[in-house]
């Protein structure tokens, strides 16, 4: 997207990265939770959050959701403004990981290019996109907010999975396949991840 903003200058902190890392003990990243509705990425984002902070880690969740009611209330579901969403969700991520926390998004996020566009903008090997797995038919099953329900009686256009695609992961970092995995453990292995790649402590 091209900068319409004129007459504006990049102002870089005086602190330095290394200097912000040894300070707060852990370095910044972003775990992309990408998968269908009801496949379970908040639940796992706030249990790893909770977790994380436990460990006396900095920790925030970006849950989709949330964020419609504030910086994206303005978009809707069409392809273009779920682009636009996950466009301006990346750049919120990205500051949140310069600012060395640990950042857990939880949005469908339902095309591949959108994806590699964050990971584009990310410092190399700090975007980890986590695909929480599961079928379309274990999320109608879950369906915690009817949203499957309404979708298949045509109340909800352009649905995840049901009218409009969803694009899994070519080579995500982290695959949990929730059908298989308690939330703990899907939080956890989420948690094992960022240590053994150095973000946080063992």
């Given at each position: 997207m091209t900068t319409k903003s004129t007459n504006i200058t990049w102002h870089g902190a005086d602190v330095t990265q290394e200097e912000r890392q040894n300070i707060l003990g852990q370095k910044g990243a972003v775990v992309?939770?990408?998968?269908?509705?009801?496949s379970g990425k908040s639940t796992i984002a706030r249990r790893a959050e909770q977790l994380l902070l436990e460990r006396g880690v900095t920790v925030y969740?970006?849950?989709?959701?949330?964020?419609?009611?504030g910086l994206n209330k303005d978009l809707g579901f069409s392809p273009a403004d779920r682009?636009?969403?996950i466009r301006r969700i990346g750049e919120v991520a990205k500051l949140f990981a310069d600012a060395c926390t640990i950042t857990l998004t939880a949005f469908i996020s339902p095309y591949r290019a959108d994806r590699d566009r964050v990971r584009e903008i990310m410092p190399?090997?700090?975007?980890?996109?986590c695909y929480v797995n599961a079928s379309v038919e274990l999320c109608e099953?879950?369906?915690p907010k009817g949203l499957y329900k309404k979708a298949r009686a045509g109340q909800i256009p352009e649905f995840t999975?049901?009218?409009?695609?969803?694009?899994?992961?070519?080579?995500?970092?982290?695959?949990?396949?929730?059908?298989?995995?308690?939330v703990d453990q899907a939080a956890m292995a989420i948690i094992d991840y960022l240590v053994k790649n150095g973000f946080i402590k063992a």
């Open positions: 992309w939770l990408t998968g269908l509705s009801a969740v970006l849950d989709g959701d949330n964020i419609r009611f682009t636009e969403n190399a090997g700090t975007f980890v996109e099953q879950r369906d999975g049901i009218s409009a695609p969803y694009e899994a992961p070519a080579a995500a970092e982290l695959e949990l396949v929730t059908g298989d995995l308690s």
